[in-house]
């Protein structure tokens, strides 16, 4: 029986600099990234994806990944989809906000206190879809 | 024109150049009419990220084995990079003062580091791994370090 | 007939696996926030890329400073692929080597040391688009 590689799950954030919902993706992501699963995930860096990167296409192609968009453009889920596979999930900050009735945040450059509450909120809505996707097992 | 052994990890692959020798830090050694290149293992380069410095020891100087030939800067990490060989460094790559970038961008190619005129080539090239035993070390190092 | 004052449009990187990305990012954001708001406009890449209309006609009657995060220069290339014109490209390895006194570090927040070099960028940056912009003129492009 070969051995398959464990399992991984990528996360693509929009990073989007022109509203504080792009922001966040990127600082969820890196929590969850270097904090909540370690060892289960992968960032894919969007602009080099975007550019051609084909370490990033290809693994995008064979594992799963979550794409977190700061707004309905999802620029990094519609960018995934169109340059390699359809994300195994979609998280909107946006979206999210409105279905938690939170208030707007404010600050692209560093996210106000309002904001840092959303990177967490959604940090663990990044994490909890990374356990779905592993199976809860990891593996 | 050289065959390479490949791995890929997650989202990364790993290039192992048959034509070389390798420490099992990562310096690749390849001999050419007497001569010895050294460089980067694509594995090394890509664990050390973008490199921004690097600093080579002068043509003239004599190194034992294990001996800094050079150290290279990253925003990751500050690496110094022990000699394979013993010998005395007869060539620097001139490109890397302006280019250290050819390191990452061509790591068996373009981006070598220096030429050594080696002392005890015989001895010296027994303690190296070839590119079948450096592949599969590296690939151990490479699926621990993504774990 | 008005002379409509041209803006320059700022592209960063902003990749998110080094602290040069994050680099690239804030010195984005010094440049169109604090030092010359009313002179350029930052545009996110992917938006861009991925076809957005007004991005793109902006794009294409503006000039582009791209900032790139490492040798892979993506908002170089993907700005020129989306029909934009880049009329100076920075790198902030090329930035940094020049100061090999400060070290960046962090990606989600940069140390005081990747804050400066997003101040050092930046003022190169600021360089260029005063040189392009003379004052009393209705708006000269780069």
């Known amino acids: 029986m070969p051995e398959l590689p464990r399992k991984k799950v990528g996360i693509i954030a929009c990073s989007g600099e022109e509203i504080p919902e792009g922001t966040i993706t990127r600082l969820a992501a890196l929590r969850v990234l270097h904090q909540l699963h370690p060892e289960n995930t992968v960032t894919i860096c969007l602009p080099l994806f975007l550019a051609g990167g084909e370490g990033d296409r290809s693994f995008a192609r064979f594992f799963p990944t979550i794409a977190v968009d700061g707004c309905e453009k999802q620029c990094a889920?519609?960018?995934?989809?169109?340059?390699?596979?359809?994300?195994?999930?979609?998280?909107?900050?946006?979206?999210?906000?409105?279905?938690?009735?939170?208030?707007?945040?404010?600050?692209?450059?560093?996210?106000?206190?309002?904001?840092?509450?959303?990177?967490?909120?959604?940090?663990?809505?990044?994490?909890?879809?990374?356990e779905k996707l592993l199976g809860n097992g990891g593996r | 024109m050289s065959d390479f052994l490949q791995v890929t990890i997650d989202k990364f692959t790993f290039r192992v150049d048959q034509s070389c020798l390798y420490s099992s830090e990562g310096i690749w050694v390849r001999i050419e009419d007497g001569r010895v290149r050294l460089g980067l293992s694509d594995f090394l380069q890509q664990r050390s990220g973008d490199i921004a410095f690097i600093d080579v020891k002068p043509a003239g100087t004599f190194l034992a084995i294990d001996d800094e030939f050079a150290s290279i800067e990253t925003v990751k990490v500050n690496v110094m990079l022990a000699a394979p060989i013993s010998g005395k460094i007869v060539l620097v790559n001139p490109e890397l003062e302006i280019k250290p970038e050819l390191i990452n961008q061509a790591p068996f190619g373009d981006g070598w580091v220096c030429e050594?005129?080696?002392e005890s080539l015989d001895a010296d090239r027994k303690r190296l791994l070839d590119a079948d035993a450096y592949f599969m070390k590296m690939q151990r190092d490479a699926e621990e370090a993504q774990q | 007939m008005s002379n409509l004052q041209k803006k320059i449009a700022i592209v960063p990187c902003s990749g998110i696996g080094k602290a040069y990305g994050t680099v690239s990012r804030i010195a984005a954001y010094q440049i169109t926030e604090d030092d010359r708001p009313q002179h350029t406009r930052l545009i996110p890449l992917a938006l861009l890329v991925l076809g957005d209309e007004e991005c793109r006609k902006f794009m294409a009657e503006n000039p582009a400073i791209t900032i790139d995060g490492c040798p892979q220069t993506c908002a170089t290339k993907m700005v020129q692929q989306s029909g934009g014109t880049v009329v100076k490209q920075c790198s902030v390895l090329g930035t940094a080597r020049s100061r090999r006194d400060l070290k960046p570090q962090g990606i989600a927040e940069l140390n005081e040391d990747g804050e400066k070099l997003a101040t050092v960028l930046a003022q190169e940056v600021v360089a260029v688009i005063d040189a392009s912009v003379k004052p009393g003129d209705g708006g000269n492009h780069a």
């Open chain 1, 77 to 130: 889920f519609h960018g995934t989809e169109k340059y390699s596979s359809r994300p195994a999930a979609a998280i909107v900050v946006t979206e999210l906000i409105a279905r938690h009735g939170l208030d707007k945040p404010h600050g692209c450059r560093k996210p106000d206190a309002v904001g840092m509450e959303i990177v967490e909120l959604v940090a663990q809505e990044i994490a909890g879809t990374v």
């Open chain 2, 116 to 118: 050594i005129e080696a």
